[in-house]
């Protein structure tokens, strides 16, 4: 193994970022290509560390709770806006010809959906991680060095066993009295609920609770947005930047990887080439491109998926003054389930408190002046509830096809169909069943017939195309993501994960990355 050599690296989302960061600090040159793309002339200190905060808020109210497939397209907003103030820009259209029985989201903004993620991360455990060719031994170092530049808040807890954080800051804010009534029941009841298979703690967050602001809806401090540490990256002589181009195909000549772009401004025809290329563009995006450049016959590729629910939870206690607080919309528990038994791996709980998770389906219905009397009137209910985002593993969710669409003028797009888990719906079943039994020491019920239960793909965990594996075979990629007869050429996003784990990804695919960029 070299020790430096001259890199590309493809995307400026979270796995990109890690990718560039772990790579210069091996004292490598690296170039990082982006479709998005930054101000000519940035000043690291002018950069919003709020950044993302306020564009998720923008998000969740305008397009959380909306149907179907997605094509949340910021028309509104001007081309230099969008780059300079760092906002989510679904880039479908780009990218996908057509989505049937899926809700597919694609960024090809600087930053990627680290632009709107909740900032919610965890570790992956030993049980998740049984059948990976990577163990989480393997990964421990590269989680500890993502704490370098990504701070996570966190506190000690029931789930510091099986989800540990080395490296964490504490919570600065204190969360909400509805979430500490709800902790402070589990806590009485921890050795049953554990017996039980359930885990809890406070949320983990890669927000820096030592950057504030006055604004009440930045309790948690600063959500990580990887565009701020791509600014930092600037400043380094051994790491530049090119935005707005968008890679269109790639090749292996020799000892060196060559890329063929073109600008997004202005359509002009671009290539580069480097010693070694590293792919972190996102599962759909880096899927068709090395469809495009290696497997032109292949019409279909798998891409695995977290399926996505969200529930009320109707507390037997009311806490008073809830609807009183100030309106947060990251969660503040964290809840692991692994009961049940036709499952193996776990259950992920987010857990929010009463906020815009609970007001805006009522909002979407009513309109704010309504929910408004409705929120008055029905205070004493509203005063319980509690929203529920559930995720499950990929290997009992639902899956997507991709299929390259051949008849595309404007370069490759794909197809993109939702294909149903039969075994989802049982599941899903007895996880409700499970927690209506154990309400006494959840302190609530699941309310099921308000369940929305989303369309595969809506949860924005995707990947798994090129799945790592020790002996890889057909698509399979090797544990540096490589694959066969590709060793100058590395994949290090969600793409190459075995299995998409239920708890938070975006931690993994960071560490993961930085593991790869380290031993490539």
């Known amino acids: 193994m070299r020790n430096t050599f001259d890199a ?15 790579l210069i600090k091996r004292g490598c040159r690296v170039r990082l290509i982006d479709a998005g793309g930054l101000p000519s002339k940035i000043d690291p200190t002018e950069f919003d560390p709020f950044s993302t905060n306020n564009n998720r808020r923008r998000w969740i109210e305008n397009d959380f709770w ?43 903004s600087v930053g990627g959906f680290s632009n709107v993620w909740g900032g919610a991360v965890l570790p992956i455990s030993e049980i998740d991680a049984s059948n990976w060719p990577v163990s989480r031994q393997m990964l421990d170092p590269y989680y500890r060095d993502i704490c370098e530049f990504m701070t996570i808040s966190s506190e000690t807890d029931g789930l510091d066993g099986l989800f540990p954080i080395n490296n964490a800051v504490p919570h600065k ?9 709800f902790l402070d029941h589990l806590d009485a009841n921890r050795i049953n609920l554990e017996r039980e298979g359930i885990y809890f703690g406070r949320s983990k967050l890669a927000a820096n609770p030592n950057v504030f602001s006055p604004a009440l809806e930045h309790k948690p401090g600063a959500l990580f ?13 051994r790491f530049s930047y090119i935005g707005n181009t968008f890679v269109d195909k790639v090749a292996i000549e020799g000892q060196r990887a060559e890329l063929f772009c073109r600008s997004t401004i202005d359509q002009s025809k671009l290539s580069f080439s480097c010693e070694k290329l590293f792919l972190a563009g996102g599962a759909i995006s880096t899927t068709c491109l090395l469809a495009k450049s290696f497997y032109p016959k292949r019409k279909q590729f798998y891409l695995r998926t977290n399926q996505n629910i969200l529930f009320p939870f109707l507390r037997s206690r009311r806490t008073h003054g809830a609807i009183k607080n100030s309106f947060e919309d ?5 809840l692991e389930l692994t009961n049940l038994r036709t499952y193996t791996k776990f259950i992920h709980f987010q857990i929010y408190s009463y906020g815009y998770y609970v007001l805006n389906p009522v909002e979407h219905i009513l309109g704010k002046h309504l929910s408004k009397i409705i929120e008055y009137l029905g205070q004493p209910l509203l005063e319980r509830l509690m929203v529920f985002q559930c995720m499950f593993h990929s290997d009992y969710s639902d899956k997507l096809v991709l299929k390259i669409d051949g008849n595309c003028d404007d370069g490759i797009k794909a197809n993109i169909t939702g294909i149903k888990n039969p075994d989802l719906t049982t599941l899903s079943s007895e996880m409700f069943k499970l927690l209506f039994a154990k309400r006494k020491l959840l302190g609530g019920i699941p309310l099921t017939s308000f369940a929305r239960h989303y369309p595969p793909g809506a949860s924005f965990h995707v990947g798994s195309s090129f799945p790592m594996s020790k002996h890889p075979r057909g698509l399979e990629s090797t544990i540096l993501g490589q694959l066969q007869g590709l060793e100058n050429l590395h994949i290090v996003d969600s793409t190459i994960l075995p299995n998409l784990p239920a708890p938070t990804l975006t931690y ?6 930085s593991r790869i960029a380290a031993n490539a």
Do not use: W
């Not at 804010?173 to 009534?181: E, T, W």
């Not at 990251?330 to 964290?334: A, D, N, R, S």
């Not at 993994?508 to 990355?513: D, E, F, G, K, L």
């Open 66 to 108: 909306r149907h179907g497939n997605t094509k949340t397209n910021n028309s509104n907003l001007k081309h230099e806006d969008k780059r300079q103030k760092h906002f989510f820009t679904d880039s479908s259209e780009q990218i996908i010809a057509k989505i049937k029985n899926a809700r597919v989201n694609t960024s090809l």
């Open 330 to 334: 990251y969660p503040e528990v964290f």
């Open 508 to 513: 993994t695919v960071m560490a993961n990355s």
């Open 8 to 22: 590309i690296v493809v995307g400026s989302g979270p796995s990109g970022i890690s990718c560039a960061y772990t």
């Open 225 to 237: 947005n990887s565009t701020a540490i791509l600014v930092q990256l600037l400043s380094s002589t």
């Open 173 to 181: 804010a204190s969360i909400r009295k509805q979430a500490i009534d």
